[in-house]
């Protein structure tokens, strides 16, 4: 019974580059959840999604940032033109029904911005 | 492999109970181990313990870390139904300049009035 999944676990870019991160949900959730922690911080709720509908992207600054959960496929983050601040621990959580039930997290992926 | 285990899963307890969640841990290259309250939205952090023997207090929470037997527990006296949530347990190792946040699965308490 696999966890949540996260790919890649580190992603190194430089400064302009496109950084995609993707996570697949436990089998049998629907909903999506994902975190920032930045250093010496705590989480950071970024957005939450359900299958090919964002529910809640409060968290998730305006400009570069995006996230989808399509039909079929993982959810993924993507940050456009990263710069130095967005390196940062980014963290995939998913729940199977209610919203914000019992959240499972994925290990994460570790982004450098160089 | 590294893991963070909480046990028990789940627990249903009545107002002024007092309940204690354990987390126990393998892991790599230990740095510190840190305690979320989980209710809606992002979790919230409760405690980060990173030495062995010294307990930290909030309110009516505390919690201890027991680095040679590699577990921690966190303690909740005279329990409210506000104190209704999931309680998340990480690790985090040494690996690069950011750490790295082993979550275990939580700990899922209900406070019945």
């Known amino acids: 019974n696999a966890g949540v999944m996260q790919n890649p676990r580190h992603l190194v870019r430089r400064r302009g580059q496109e950084a995609r991160l993707r996570c697949s949900p436990m089998k049998g959730h629907s909903h999506v959840y994902w975190y920032r922690q930045l250093p010496e911080e705590g989480l950071k709720f970024m957005v939450y999604?359900?299958?090919?509908?964002?529910?809640?992207e409060s968290g998730m600054p305006k400009e570069r940032f995006s996230a989808e959960f399509p039909k079929e496929g993982p959810s993924i983050l993507r940050i456009q033109q990263v710069v130095r601040g967005d390196s940062a621990a980014y963290f995939c959580a998913s729940s199977p029904g209610l919203a914000y039930d019992t959240q499972y997290f994925g290990p994460g992926t570790r982004l450098t911005v160089l | 492999e590294d893991k963070v285990v909480q046990s028990p899963l789940s627990l249903v307890v009545h107002e002024g109970d007092t309940v204690t969640l354990n987390c126990s841990y393998e892991v790599t290259n230990f740095r510190s181990l840190l305690w979320y309250k989980q209710e809606k939205k992002a979790p919230t952090f409760l405690f980060m313990l990173?030495?062995?023997?010294i307990e930290k207090k909030s309110g009516r929470l505390s919690s201890i870390l027991d680095k040679k037997e590699l577990f921690s527990i966190l303690n909740i006296t005279a329990t409210q139904t506000g104190d209704s949530a999931v309680y998340l347990c990480a690790v985090e190792d040494q690996g690069g300049s950011q750490g790295n946040l082993i979550f275990g699965k939580g700990t899922k308490l209900s406070v019945k009035p």
């Open positions: 990173t030495s062995s023997g």
């Open positions: 999604l359900q299958k090919e509908n964002i529910i809640d």
